[in-house]
Every structure is written in structure tokens, then in C-alpha cells.
């Protein structure tokens, strides 16, 4: 059966933007990956848009979440599966465990743990977005939840049509329940009911269940007036958007190593709101949870009384509230910063190539005329090195001689200049303006040699620092070292 009219006119009025957006950006179309649940507003997506993939605008493949939480969590994963085989639509399904231990409840542990594992599968089939059903009501009821929570005016811009960060994309967000109810049930088609919307224990089924119905016999038209409230706070987010990005320019905003940075004494200058409004402009950039008001004028109040030469570091956490992240104040500069896997205390030796893995890192050594470790001083001619389409330089390690890298212990000394004595690292630290934290990232560099006997030299720290015996002359070549996190052990 052809989908309802208004329903299908609202439904390619929700894509259009999108899809012209895509198609200014690639000749080839879109590929959709829908957020099935069963439920009966995704299935009705799920027909209507497989029916508009027809046409050639958009590829469309749909995935099941199984969170476990339901006894008939099976039944829902086989329904969702069947009807994308009957429609001929590519399905795929995870199932996912919940912490529910995290602070966050379980719907929104189980919201956070839906989201990751639908991105998760949006990259591995390289979807251009992630569809979900979302309607006129639940953006009512989004937008009244937040009412209450205190939320500012991002959290009662509610949900956006097009969330280009998260790459979730929301085509129904005017079309209403009744209207999708009505085509479910003229098309016959199959869905299943979740039992805990019935459970008005959880807030939004409160909302749903026992407001809504009150406010929408007095107020008819009070779906529509919240959908304009929301439209109006999100172009006012976007003014404080433009704003904060505005200041992050004028406070000399820098990109570091797993984070930015901006002047302290410029951001104080902006005064209390704006300097929080740019702060919470930074976190969202970031992918950092929100801090409440309490929260957020808490570290307001400690990085506007700072002293100059005090260092402050305060937690931050990632949506998920599992990968954490710092504001650090050093040397007059405010640090936002993820904080990724420890080094590992197993020491890496170096196989030769250009790249190794090291607990959460990937280490790369490059080849480099005038820098990093010299090359002849371990043994290694110019003329062994090979270039790999895929493994990059690779070169033959010599006999008895071994490059390997650990975390640091304290106390060890290094001479990068031949001209003055050798001084502790946390000197040389401190004189290349590293700031604290990020100190325990680099590592040591030692060479190994059995022969005639086993000894170990330290020779530099990373590529940060190399003893001045060890570096390569200018037309000579050297070996670069470089540590980058692997993603899953940051939030950045």
C-alpha cells in the first residue's frame, strides 16, 4: 500500500534538506541506515523509506539494538529482521550489555549504548547517516522534559532534523503519531509494543502517559507551539554558537596535543556569561557531557581566581560518562584535553617498520633526513632502507642491537646539548614548556646491545629529546618517534 499522503509530503520535506546537502557533496547517492526497534514508528520508516529508495535518492540498509532489558527482546529482533528480508533490505543486529552501574539510569545507559553501537555499524557500512523515527510528540515531550530538568536553550531546542555531529538524521519530526498510526494500521502492518512504556516510573513515559494527554485536551494545538518554541531556541543556539566561536578566536584558541587550549586572562575578560557560554560551546565541540549550572559555575569560579602561576586540573567526562577528560590551567593558558591509556609497563621493541601498536597507542617511526635517532649509530645503512605501499619504511634491524621504548621512572638523564652537563628529564621537561600531564606520555628511548655484553643507553625521549651523541647529521638520516592514541582509548 502507498504511504499517506501528508505523511510521505512531510517525510521527503524532512530528507530534502539532507539529500542536498549529500549531493553538493558527492555525485554518488546517500546510504541510510535506519534505527529499527519494531516499535511501530520505525516500521512505518522502515516502509515508507524503502519505498522512496526506489526513486535512487538513498541506499537504505536498517539495524536492531538487542539491550537485553525485555523477555520478548528475541521476539522484536526476529519481527525486524523478517520484514527487512521480505523488503530485501540489508539487517544487521547487536546485542549490547548495559552498565547499569554507570550513574545514568537505564534508559540512558541503554540510550548511549544503542547510539555507539548504532555508529559503530554506521562506519563499518559507511553510512551517510543514522535515521531514526523520531515524531511531533516525542520532539513535545523531549522539549517538556528538559522544561523541567532547568535545562538552557540548547536543551529546549530539543531535537534537531539534522544532527550533522552525530550524523543522526530525524525526517518525521513533524509528522505526528496519529498520522503514522493510521498508516500502520490501513497497511496492516506488523509491530511489536514495548511493555515498560507503560511503566510511568520512567519520566518520559510520565510525561507521555499522564501530562500530555491533560495539556493537549486544553491546548489542541500545544504540539505544533512547542515544535515552534524549539525551532526558536535552536536559532537562538546558534547565535550563541556563532558567538562562542567568535571568542574562542579572540582567546587565541590553539589546537594541542588531544585537545586546544585558550588564554585565561582572555577568557576572564569576556566576563561570567560569556566565558560560560564559551565553555559550554567547548565541551559540546569536544563530545563532553554537559556540566549542570552548579557545575559549570563551580569551575567558573576556580578558573576566574586562578593565580598566574598555579596549576589546576578538573575532571571532565565524555557522553558516555566512561572516558575522562581535563580543564588544566598552566602558565596562563586553559587546557581542554582527553586523557588517553597509560603507557604500557611492557617495553616495545622496535621490529623495523613503520608502525607498531603499544597498548592503546600506535607508534610510528618515520625516516628523516637531520632528525630523530642516527641511524648509522645503530647500525642501519640508507641503503637497506625499503619503501612498503603498505607498511611504509621498512629497514633490516641489525644483530645484537635493539631500540626499545618504556614508560619513564624517575631520575633519568639525558644531554641533548653536547655543550652543557646532562640534566634530569623533568628539567627538560620544564625548559620545552611540556606541560605537566602530558609528561608521563613520552617515552623512554633506550638502545639495547648483547654483544660483547647485554647494556642498555638511553638515548632519547621519544623524538622530544635525543642525546646529543645519538642525533644524525644534517644530510644524514634519523629515526622520528611519535605516540598517537588509538581512538577507543580517548574521547577525542
Given amino acids: ?71 520478548n527482546a528475541d521476539d522484536w529482533l526476529a519481527l525486524c529482521e523478517r520484514v527487512c528480508l521480505e523488503k530485501g533490505l540489508p539487517f544487521y543486529a547487536e546485542k549490547v550489555q548495559l552498565d547499569l552501574q554507570s550513574g545514568l539510569g537505564v534508559e540512558a545507559t541503554a540510550r548511549e549504548a544503542r547510539y555507539q553501537a548504532l555508529e559503530r555499524r554506521r562506519q563499518q557500512v559507511a553510512a551517510n547517516a543514522i535515521v531514526t523515527a523520531h515524531h511531533l510528540q516525542d520532539q513535545s515531550e523531549t522539549m517538556l522534559l528538559q522544561l523541567v530538568r532547568g535545562a538552557g536553550v540548547k536543551g529546549l531546542s530539543a ?47 510520565f510525561m507521555r502517559q499522564t501530562v500530555m494527554p491533560v495539556m493537549r485536551e486544553r491546548y489542541p494545538q500545544l504540539d505544533m507551539a512547542l515544535a515552534r518554541t524549539t ?119 622496535w621490529q623495523g617498520g613503520s608502525t607498531q601498536i603499544w597498548g592503546g597507542w600506535q607508534v610510528q617511526f618515520k625516516v628523516s633526513k637531520g632528525k630523530g635517532i642516527a641511524l ?35 631520575g633519568e638523564m639525558l644531554q641533548p646539548d653536547a655543550k652543557r652537563p646532562r640534566r634530569e628529564l623533568k628539567v627538560i621537561f620544564q625548559m620545552l614548556g611540556i606541560p605537566p600531564w602530558q609528561r608521563a606520555f613520552y617515552p623512554l628511548v633506550s638502545v639495547v646491545t648483547t654483544q660483547p655484553g647485554i647494556s642498555q643507553t638511553l638515548v632519547s625521549l621519544a623524538s622530544l629529546a635525543i642525546d646529543a651523541g645519538w642525533r644524525p647529521g644534517r644530510n644524514a638520516y634519523g629515526l622520528e618517534i611519535s605516540l598517537h592514541p588509538l581512538p577507543s582509548s580517548s574521547y577525542a
Avoid at 555531529?165 to 511489536?192: F, H, M, N, T
Avoid at 589546537?255 to 582572555?266: C, H, T, Y
Wanted: aromatic share 6%.
Fill in 1 to 71: 500500500m502507498k504511504n499517506n499522503p501528508l505523511l510521505q509530503a512531510q517525510l521527503e520535506k524532512g530528507l530534502s534538506a539532507f539529500l542536498a546537502a549529500q549531493k553538493e557533496q558527492s555525485s554518488s547517492s546517500p546510504h541510510l541506515l535506519l534505527a529499527l526497534s519494531g516499535g511501530v514508528d520505525s516500521i512505518v520508516l522502515l516502509h515508507a523509506l524503502a519505498q522512496l529508495s526506489t526513486q535512487g535518492l538513498f541506499s537504505l540498509s536498517a539495524m536492531h539494538v538487542h539491550h537485553g532489558l525485555s523477555p
Fill in 231 to 349: 525551532l526558536h531556541m535552536a536559532e537562538a543556539q546558534s547565535l550563541l554558537d556563532s558567538l562562542a566561536s567568535q571568542d574562542m578566536a579572540a582567546c587565541d584558541a590553539r589546537e594541542e596535543w588531544l585537545g586546544q587550549s585558550v588564554d585565561i586572562q582572555r577568557l576572564r575578560d569576556l566576563g561570567g556569561v560569556r566565558a560560560k557560554n564559551l565553555l559550554r560551546y567547548w565541551f559540546q565541540q569536544r563530545g563532553l557531557r554537559m556540566p549542570n549550572t552548579e557545575q559549570l559555575q563551580d569551575y567558573w569560579q576556580q578558573l576566574s581566581t586562578v593565580k598566574p602561576h598555579r596549576y589546576l586540573h578538573l575532571p571532565l567526562h565524555s557522553q558516555s560518562g566512561k572516558s575522562l577528560a581535563y580543564l588544566h590551567h598552566y602558565q596562563q593558558r586553559l587546557y581542554c584535553v582527553s586523557k588517553p591509556s597509560a603507557l604500557p609497563q611492557t617495553p616495545l621493541i
Fill in 376 to 410: 648509522a649509530r645503530l647500525g642501519v645503512s640508507p641503503a637497506a632502507i625499503t619503501l612498503h605501499k603498505r607498511y611504509g619504511h621498512v629497514m633490516p634491524v641489525p644483530d645484537g642491537i635493539s631500540l626499545m621504548l618504556s614508560p619513564r621512572t624517575g
Fill in 159 to 205: 531535537m534537531s532534523a539534522w544532527d550533522v555531529e552525530r550524523k543522526l538524521l530525524r525526517p518525521l519530526l513533524q509528522v505526528s503519531k496519529a498520522d503514522i498510526l493510521q498508516q500502520a494500521e490501513a497497511s496492516q502492518y506488523q509491530w511489536v509494543e514495548d511493555e515498560s512504556n507503560r511503566d510511568i516510573s520512567y519520566d518520559r513515559n
